[in-house]
């Protein structure tokens, strides 16, 4: 079984600052791509950004939404098995449960297997 648990949400003012973290646990034997989803009250769940596999000679590629292009950072931390996303300027349309998500290569008695799994989510509220 794999865990991923989310860290650094809270309440910032608009224009402010914070990084996420989320940290995988558990049978794994690599993590291919990882990304962060984001589900604001009374919206459909997100996508926010993304990030595939690095490596020590590709940093890996880094995908965003149009809405937080600019001002909001993905990367990861393969030793740690963590994904960050650092997030600037934000505003209250940033409000929202942040999930992270990661596809995952477990090894199990009947041979390797990628499963996709899920945070539990970290609110962010931006005051204005």
């Known amino acids: 079984q794999v865990q991923l648990v989310e860290s650094g949400g809270g309440l910032v003012q608009v224009g402010g600052s914070l990084r996420l973290s989320c940290a995988a646990s558990g049978r794994i034997a690599s993590i291919n791509s990882m990304g962060w989803y984001r589900q604001a009250p009374g919206k459909q769940r997100e996508w926010v950004a993304s990030?595939?596999?690095?490596?020590?000679?590709?940093?890996?590629?880094?995908n965003y939404a149009e809405s937080v292009k600019g001002r909001f950072t993905i990367s990861r931390d393969n030793a740690a098995n963590t994904v960050y996303l650092q997030m600037n300027s934000l505003t209250p349309g940033d409000t929202a449960v942040y999930y992270c998500n990661a596809y995952v290569m477990t090894v199990s008695p009947a041979g390797p297997y990628e499963a996709r799994y899920w945070g539990e989510g970290t609110l962010v509220t931006v005051s204005s």
């Open positions: 990030i595939t596999k690095t490596s020590i000679t590709n940093g890996g590629n880094t």
